[in-house]
């Protein structure tokens, strides 16, 4: 009975080590470190414990054979692989790089030995190595997704290691060597070497320009399909560029650059490739407006993460370095997931496989590979035995991971993972709006059109009505050099910069296009329906209509009109009338005909009044007394006072003295007179002589509707007409039944059809306009229209959307923070006054503030007059006193005319005679010793 004891106590031993043989309680597991990894040393050994010392749920235990390398080193990588196989290892967790990637695969491929890398992911090519695990995920489909969304044809690629040039190729790949691709590229690859100066190659990127289609391109493009969306390209289209740098430190040094030169600016939208973008510093782009796009691969609502960031933040970072801190970087995260994932195919193999399995490869502790202990690698290498079943269950596994899911695919890459898309909101950060995976991209925030300049047709695009009308809204199909423009570039003036502010205020896109009809808007009298832009937007054929739209309760009843963007009024245009010229006499306009009568008055009346206080005062009179005796001062006689008079009018002086104090007193007042009278005439007279004035037939509607000389019309359709239909004050009644009865009609189908009807009716048609548009058409060569009058009411031109739509709140907004930050006043400046061209056509004519002939002539004419007065006075003076000698000595006159004759020229002989006489007479003088002339 003891034998039968014994030998039964052997045999249930042995069953017992059988089956304890078959699945062992500990694995060995092998790690290959990176020096430079130290950030993922200590989360590794504490996720090993923390699976160790879990007797509850852990079915066996892991023992790790740790490695530290150059992981770029492609020795030191193939002798740390071998060290690991040799000691037996069912498996190696470990980094890569993909400048070593061969030895890996090498070695793997050889040895069947499962390797589970966290390091970067090679190109996707299915090839035949089924011993690799990336537990990275590739996001380069993600970024070329992003590409096709954003419709980018044009794109930067930022990169600095082979890792980023392989993701390049597959780009290039993707969209430029594939015919089949729907979209292509235009792609700019450039190779960072300094991260730390990469100033050359940002400033080349910010002068860039992109290449304008060709008209062979514009015409091979396929014909707009019926019903589908147009994708339109932003006025200032974005310069597109992927940041994809090996570090974290080398992506926020380029972005340190960035900011410094001023690329975070709206016009810019940058990819930042990785699998966390909210480790980066945004805070330099929060307040720019740039577009900035990032991948997130760890979800922070995920409860596995939530657990493990509570307790690695809960331990003591002098005994686990870097614990204490609530972030989990994602080579932390991949770590952990390959733990679990070996974990995983394990307790697969042992629940699905024979208990037996492991019965020969566990000896005494030691690890045997066919009988082989250890897996040596360079001397006759054996492959891995349990290589294949283990590779094909790690394959197999799927579970909620810190990562997200992890599971793979049949090559070795993750699969059915999820990257959450964030989008840099102004002044709010980072914000998700979308889901990347295998099945493309989600997006999941509708609000995402207001947050990036590009979207796909799920998002509505603006559609803007406005109406042809300069300055406000014009077209040109060529630029400076003679290429040719495209989409919203087509467009330029007030309203099309109108336009383009409040949508980088807005952050949306948008599409321009003319009304149909070509009017403004007003019901149709037959049908009874809005024509014109406010029909398009009532219909809602157009999202909103940006023109010089006019704000009036009709319009308001059917549409929403944004804050007025410009204020005006009615106003009167009619042809500016001929300069007219100065007279021949115009030096005498300074002063009216009423006054150079009442100085010429004056001055005869002072010089009877001095005759007449000469004459009383007994002080004015001279004695002289002479040979002939005693005789009185008879110079102070009636015509020497006038002429006295006369004299100080002219600045002149006079012949006689005045030396009574009454006389004095006389002189000076009228003095006093002269001087005020001269000053106040020459002051006038530079301005009368140089300035051609303007003689208008009206100056305001009251003037224009008192008369029919002069026809007057407005635009059909428009606001204007319809102020004047439905006026109750009586001049513009009275205009209204004018305009509505004349024949021809006085109405004009457009605003240009106004204007030039004005110009060509030479003075007798007048256009009622807005004021705005009549200050910029009296700018505009040829310059022969003006305006008259005051405005004959107040209103504004506003942006009309649909009734009830929430973005007629925020265009208020913008319109308000244009008008405070002095935008709309530099958009009129320009287009009405920095353009004008009668500035300089009028300064052109310099010369007509000089004075010409014309000006003077009158001055001339008087001074030849007056030569010929002085020449006919003198020959009646002396027929008077030659009349006077023949009545005195009873001769002829003919007589008398010789002997005065005679008389004349003798005298003339005398005096030269006597005058030359004297001279030979003083120079035959003696001259005496003292010099001086003796005149005995």
Not at 192 to 212: C, F, G, M, S
Not at 476 to 502: H, M, Q, S, W
Not at 863 to 881: D, H, N, T, W
């Amino acid at each position: 009975m003891e034998l039968d004891k014994i030998v039964a106590f052997f045999i249930c031993g042995y069953i017992l080590s059988v089956f304890a043989e078959g699945f062992p309680d500990r694995f060995p597991i092998g790690v290959i470190f990176d020096r430079d990894s130290s950030d993922i040393q200590y989360p590794f050994k504490y996720t090993i414990g923390l699976h160790n010392n879990n007797e509850t749920k852990s079915a066996f235990k892991i023992d790790v054979w740790e490695e530290f390398v150059n992981i770029r080193n492609s020795y030191e990588l193939g002798n740390a692989i071998c060290n690991e196989t040799k000691k037996g290892t069912f498996a190696i967790l470990g980094a890569k790089d993909l400048l070593s990637s061969d030895v890996i695969q090498s070695y793997s491929r050889t040895l069947h030995m499962p390797y589970l890398t966290i390091g970067p992911v090679p190109n996707e090519k299915p090839f035949k190595n089924e011993f690799i695990l990336n537990m990275r995920p590739s996001y380069t489909a993600a970024i070329i997704d992003l590409i096709k969304y954003f419709n980018w044809t044009n794109v930067h690629y930022l990169y600095d290691n082979y890792e980023g040039l392989v993701r390049v190729q597959e780009v290039i790949t993707t969209f430029l060597v594939n015919e089949d691709a729907d979209t292509k590229i235009e792609l700019h690859p450039m190779q960072v070497i300094n991260t730390n100066n990469a100033y050359d190659i940002l400033r080349h990127i910010d002068q860039w320009e992109p290449r304008k289609p060709t008209e062979k391109e514009l015409a091979e493009l396929p014909p707009k399909t019926p019903g589908k969306r147009y994708e339109p390209k932003p006025r200032h289209p974005a310069k597109n560029i992927i940041l994809d740098f090996s570090s974290k430190l080398a992506t926020q040094s380029i972005m340190r650059q960035l900011q410094e030169m001023g690329m975070n600016r709206m016009t810019y939208h940058y990819i930042i490739a990785g699998l966390d973008v909210s480790e980066f510093d945004l805070s330099g782009f929060h307040h720019s407006g740039v577009n900035l796009t990032g991948f997130r691969l760890i979800d922070p609502k995920n409860k596995e993460v939530q657990n493990f960031v509570k307790e690695w933040s809960e331990l003591n970072p002098l005994d686990w370095p870097g614990a204490g801190t609530k972030k989990l970087p994602i080579d932390t995260a991949l770590i952990v997931d390959s733990i679990h994932a070996v974990v995983w195919s394990l307790l697969s193999i042992k629940q699905h496989k024979e208990p037996h399995l492991f019965r020969k490869t566990f000896r005494r502790g030691q690890v045997y590979n066919n009988g082989t202990r250890g897996i040596p690698c360079k001397e006759d290498p054996v492959p891995w035995q349990h290589g294949q079943l283990l590779m094909e269950e790690l394959k197999k596994v799927s579970f909620p991971g810190l990562s997200g899911k992890v599971a793979f695919n049949r090559y070795g890459y993750r699969s059915g993972f999820n990257l959450d898309l964030l989008t840099l909101v102004e002044k709010r950060g980072l914000k998700k709006v979308a889901t990347w995976n295998d099945n493309g991209l989600q997006v999941t925030s509708h609000h995402w059109r207001f947050l990036n300049y590009s979207r796909t047709s799920e998002y509505k695009v603006y559609k803007i009505t406005s109406i042809k009308s300069a300055p406000y809204m014009t077209m040109r199909t060529k630029d400076d050099n003679g290429k040719p423009l495209v989409g919203n570039a087509r467009f330029e003036g007030y309203c099309a910069d109108l336009i383009n502010e409040i949508s980088q205020i807005l952050r949306f896109d948008y599409v321009i296009r003319f009304v149909k009809d070509k009017n403004y808007g007003a019901i149709d009298e037959v049908t009874g329906r809005w024509n014109g832009m406010m029909g398009e937007v009532i219909e809602q054929q157009a999202d909103m209509a940006v023109a010089p739209l006019t704000i009036n309760v009709e319009r308001e009843r059917v549409v929403d009109f944004t804050k007025p963007f410009m204020s005006l009024g009615i106003s009167i245009m009619i042809k500016k009338p001929e300069k007219q010229k100065p007279g021949v006499f115009s030096f005498m306009d300074p002063l009216s005909n009423r006054v150079w009568a009442c100085v010429t008055i004056a001055c005869i009346a002072s010089g009877f009044l001095l005759f007449l206080v000469g004459r009383i005062s007994p002080y004015q009179f001279c004695i002289k007394e002479d040979c002939s005796g005693i005789q009185t001062d008879d110079e102070f006689t009636l015509f020497n006072c006038i002429w006295f008079a006369l004299g100080a009018l002219m600045c002149q002086g006079g012949d006689i003295t005045l030396r009574s104090l009454s006389t004095r007193v006389v002189g000076s007042v009228w003095s006093l007179f002269t001087l005020i009278m001269i000053s106040s005439y020459t002051a006038n007279l530079a301005a009368f002589l140089t300035i051609e004035r303007l003689l208008t037939p009206i100056d305001s509607a009251e003037d224009l509707s008192k008369q029919t000389k002069i026809v007057y019309g407005t635009l059909k359709g428009g606001s204007t007409n319809e102020f004047f239909r439905s006026s109750n004050i009586s001049i513009y009644k009275t205009m209204w039944n004018f305009m509505d009865s004349a024949k021809p009609s006085v109405f004009t189908d457009n605003t240009e059809g106004g204007v030039a009807r004005v110009r060509n009716s030479k003075g007798r048609y007048a256009f009622l306009l807005e004021s705005t548009t009549n200050d910029y058409v009296n700018q505009r060569k040829p310059c022969n229209t003006m305006k008259v009058g005051d405005n004959l009411d107040s209103k504004g031109f506003g942006i009309a959307t649909q009734i009830g739509n929430p973005l007629r709140k925020e265009l208020n907004l913008a319109v308000l923070k244009l008008r405070e930050t002095n935008v709309l006043p530099a958009l009129e400046k320009k287009w009405w006054y920095d353009k004008s061209e009668c500035l300089l056509f009028e300064e052109g004519g310099s010369s007509s503030n000089t004075l010409t002939l014309s000006n003077v002539a009158g001055v001339f004419y008087i001074l030849i007059g007056g030569f010929g007065l002085a020449m006919a006075v003198s020959l009646l003076e002396f027929m008077y006193k030659a009349n006077k000698e023949a009545s005195k000595r009873k001769t002829t006159l003919s007589k008398a005319l010789r002997s005065k004759a005679d008389v004349a020229v003798r005298g003339t002989e005398e005096e030269t005679f006597g005058q030359n006489g004297l001279q030979r007479s003083i120079s035959t003088l003696p001259i005496a010793r003292s010099g001086a002339v003796s005149l005995v």
